[in-house]
Structures are given as structure tokens and as C-alpha cells.
């Protein structure tokens, strides 16, 4: 079985200061690893993910999240944070291709950041 | 190009009756799966469909049952509705069963009275 944990049900920062959004997850198998954010009333959109290869991953709007496998963690980070970055962010863990439960997310119970002017 | 497209927006039902949410998927897309979201929640998975069968489960009773038709265009049933089925119901689309890219449709939220 997978798991996802977010350290902090909320998270705020000022504009232009550093965002880190903090995940951990569980997995018994090399997993695949997914930032999602979610604005009001809307769909998920995919930031960023990584599968294989180079452990710091970039994704949209200046974030990049970093895998480290003896932490067991994928925390995002930007340099400067945005007004727009206001949102809910969900990190989601899967099992890599050709596992049993490969198109199956397991995601976490959100971060909701708050961007202060 | 549309991308994953829900019906309808909002819903709101009573306790004990049946409810049909419904998905097209993002063009070029054969594969729908379906998460469901409580307030205050992550996403949970409910089930994946591909090539009209169901592929994987998540943790959810018989009353949550689906369908996926020849053009990849899926429904979510749920009967005998409880007042904790409330929630956004989120239907993702991929190509194949590959999960690396899914595109999230807006949902569809169901109030349960």
C-alpha cells in the first residue's frame, strides 16, 4: 500500500519569499511522484512529477521539487512566491509502470498557501 | 481542443437515490478515471476504465458502479445515495492506462441532503 503525508494543513508566505511545501510518502515499490495544484472550484492541474532519472524535477511557474528516496520525501519549493501562487497543492504517489496498481494516484490531504502582499 | 469535460456542475439529491455523473474525456484520451473529493480532502481514487472494462478499484463499496462507452466517454453511478457521498466528483483522462499525465476535468459537486 501507498501513502502520502503533507507536513502543514497550511502554509503562508509573503510575496517573494521562498514557498517549501513539505511531502513524505510510503511506497514498496519505486514510485512515481506527482505535485498537483488546485485553484477554487476548479480540476487539478499537474506541476510536475518525476519517474525516472534526475531526482530534481522543474514544472510550471517557477516550481521544481526534489525526489529524495532516503528521506522518502518530495518537497516543493519557488524561489519567490507570487500572489497567483495562492492555492491548494496535493502531492500524489504511484506505483512506476508495469506495477499492479499502476494508474491508480494516492493522494495526500492538501496545503493550502496563503501569498500575504 | 476541449479538455476533460463533466456533466453537470452541480447536483443536489436525497438520501436513498441513484445519481449519474458524466465525463468526456480530453481528445485523443482512452482512459477515465474517476476520484472523489471530500471538503477538506485529497482526491480519492474510485476506479479506472479502459477499453469499456473496469481496470482498477479503489476502496469503495458496490454502490459506485461505471460505465465507458465505444467513443471513451464514462458515467459514475452511485446508488442508494448516503449523506457522506457529498463531495466534487473528479473524472481524469489518459492516454493508455498511463498515469504520468493525467488532465483533470472541473468535477461535478454532489450535495446529499
Known amino acids: 500500500a501507498q501513502s502520502v503525508t503533507q507536513l502543514g494543513s497550511h502554509v503562508s508566505v509573503s510575496e517573494g519569499a521562498l514557498v517549501l511545501l513539505r511531502c513524505n510518502y510510503s511506497s514498496s515499490v519505486p514510485p512515481y511522484l506527482f505535485w498537483y495544484v488546485q485553484y477554487p472550484n476548479q480540476g487539478l492541474q499537474l506541476l510536475l512529477k518525476?519517474?525516472?532519472?534526475?531526482?530534481l524535477v522543474k514544472g510550471i511557474n517557477g516550481f521544481e521539487a526534489e525526489f529524495k528516496k532516503s528521506e522518502t520525501s518530495f518537497h516543493l519549493t519557488k524561489p519567490s512566491a507570487h500572489m497567483s501562487d495562492a492555492a491548494e497543492y496535493f502531492c500524489a504517489v504511484s506505483e512506476g509502470a508495469g506495477g499492479t496498481s499502476y494508474g491508480k494516484l494516492t493522494f495526500g490531504q492538501g496545503t493550502i498557501l496563503t501569498v500575504h502582499p | 481542443d476541449a479538455g476533460v469535460t463533466q456533466s453537470p456542475t452541480h447536483l443536489i439529491k436525497t438520501r436513498g437515490q441513484q445519481v449519474t455523473l458524466r465525463c468526456s474525456p480530453k481528445s485523443g484520451h482512452d482512459t477515465v478515471s474517476w476520484y472523489q473529493q471530500a471538503l477538506g480532502q485529497g482526491p480519492q481514487f474510485i476506479f479506472q476504465y479502459y477499453e469499456e472494462e473496469e481496470r482498477q478499484r479503489g476502496n469503495f463499496p458496490d454502490r459506485f458502479s461505471g460505465h465507458q462507452f465505444p467513443n471513451y466517454s464514462s458515467e459514475l453511478n452511485v446508488n442508494a445515495l448516503l449523506l457522506g457521498d457529498s463531495a466534487l466528483y473528479l473524472c481524469?483522462?489518459?492516454?493508455?492506462?498511463?498515469?504520468?499525465?493525467?488532465?483533470f476535468g472541473s468535477g461535478t459537486q454532489l450535495s446529499v441532503l
Open positions: 481524469a483522462s489518459s492516454w493508455g492506462q498511463a498515469n504520468e499525465k493525467l488532465f
Open positions: 518525476y519517474t525516472t532519472g534526475a531526482t
